[in-house]
Structures are given as C-alpha cells and as structure tokens.
Nanobody
C-alpha cells in the first residue's frame, strides 16, 4: 500500500516554472514506477510523464516533452515534476500515481489527491 500527497501547485504566468512534489508513505515506494497525470476542466485525465523505479527510464507526453522533467529521490520517497515554459493549456489538476511503468491510468493503482496548477496568459 502506498499513500501519495502532491504539493507545489499554484498560479504562475505563462513562460514561468513550477516544481511539483509527490511524497509517498510506505517502505515500498522504490518498488513502484511513478507517473504524473493531469485533468483540465471539462476534459478527461491525461498522461504527462512516467519514471521507472530506478529512475533510469522516463517517458513523456508529446505535449510536455522538452519542457517538463520527471525525477525521483527514493531516499526521500518523493517524485518530482519540474515544469518549465508553462503555457495556459497546462492549467489542470495534477495527480501523481504509483504502479507499473506506462502511460495508461490502468497501470497505476495508487493515486494522490491532486494539486492545482493555473497558468495565466
């Protein structure tokens, strides 16, 4: 069992940066791949980025590639999402999830409660 708590969301101007954190409880954090997803108002939740348990492999949605970076610190039971060059279309609730490596929500049985990111134009 893994419990996840996101933080770091907020309001930022277009072109700015934010770093999201996701703190996990439990000793088994390092066994899980981690993912970030987001849900904009009126839209379905979509994949953003994923990282394997070791951090050796990452995968990004095309919409964020080159702007966002996912990383993890297993000693701190934390996964991060560094978001640069933010655009208004990045506005969404961002969720972290733990499970198997991939872009599908079905790969991740454990989810956080989400953190709001708002990018103003």
């Amino acid at each position: 069992q893994v419990q996840l708590v996101e933080s770091g969301g907020g309001l930022v101007q277009a072109g700015g940066s934010l770093r999201l954190s996701c703190a996990a409880s439990g000793r088994t954090f390092s066994r899980y791949s981690m993912g970030w997803f987001r849900q904009a108002p009126g839209k379905e939740r979509e994949f953003v980025a994923a990282i394997t348990w070791s951090g050796g492999t990452t995968y990004y949605a095309d919409s964020v590639k080159g702007r966002f970076t996912i990383s993890r610190d297993n000693a701190k039971n934390t996964v991060y999402l560094q978001m640069n060059s933010l655009k208004p279309e990045d506005t969404a609730v961002y969720y972290c999830a733990a499970g198997r490596f991939g872009a599908s929500e079905s790969e991740y049985p454990y989810w956080g409660q989400g953190t709001q990111v708002t990018v103003s134009s």
